[in-house]
């Protein structure tokens, strides 16, 4: 009886042992998992921007977009071209940033 009441305790330590080892793996993947999501989230964020980035270089290696930007912009005229600036227009301001 003795010995069966002491291999039941050991049996019990045992099986608490790994019990609260389970729980924590359990929380710690729990946790792992929060930060895959949000690395993921970041990821897509990050490509969109990249995506935008890669279009907006590839404007910038196009002549007419710059010079296009840079008349709209800027306000630069070509060589015997006056530009008028009207109170209605949508052109950010050259002193502005």
């Known amino acids: 009886m003795r010995r069966a009441l002491r291999i039941g305790l050991v049996f019990a330590v045992f099986a608490l042992i790994l019990g609260i080892q389970l729980i924590r793996t359990n929380a710690s993947l729990h946790k792992v998992n929060q930060q895959v999501a949000t690395s993921e989230r ?13 279009l907006k270089v590839k404007q910038l290696n196009n002549q007419d977009y710059v010079a296009q930007l840079i008349r709209s912009k800027y306000y630069y005229s070509k060589s015997g071209e006056t530009i008028y600036s009207l109170p209605g227009d949508h052109a950010s301001d050259v002193t502005a940033k």
Request: charged share 30%; net charge neutral; glycine share 0%.
């Open 42 to 54: 970041q990821l897509t964020k990050t490509k969109a921007e990249n995506t935008q980035l890669d």
